[in-house]
Nanobody
Framework: VQLQASGGGLVQAGGSLRLSCTAS????????MGWYRQAPGNPRDLVAY???????VYADSVKGRFTISRDNAKNTVYLQMDSLKPEDTAEYYC?????????WGQGTLVTVSS
């Protein structure tokens, strides 16, 4: 499985960005896709993901501001990020969980200026 993420960049506080991640390879219908982020000096934290029944789950810090969505036909998951804050600055990583195995895409950097 390979994950290709894109969409990061520099944005002012209050602005928006949309991240995309496309999966290729052996993907199954019950695989879970989502997003994590890692700021310098911090651990990698969950941002949002889809449960196995397709329900979205969000970290408390992004609820109401970020929206995860997906296009199953394209094996692509999106993260719409609105009302961005400087504390959202981080490397964002796409993730796919297939059973006990985690796959990671390359990070895409999001920088929010104050």
């Amino acid at each position: 499985v390979q994950l290709q993420a894109s969409g990061g960049g520099l944005v002012q506080a209050g602005g928006s960005l949309r991240l995309s991640c496309t999966a290729s390879g052996s993907i199954f219908s019950d695989d879970r896709m989502g997003w994590y982020r890692q700021a310098p000096g911090n651990p990698r934290d969950l941002v949002a993901y889809f449960t196995s029944d397709g329900s979205p789950v969000y970290a408390d810090s992004v609820k109401g501001r970020f929206t995860i969505s997906r296009d199953n036909a394209k094996n692509t998951v999106y993260l719409q990020m609105d009302s961005l804050k400087p504390e959202d600055t981080a490397e964002y990583y796409c993730n796919l969980q297939s059973g006990p195995i985690f796959y990671w895409g390359q990070g895409t950097l999001v920088t929010v200026s104050s």
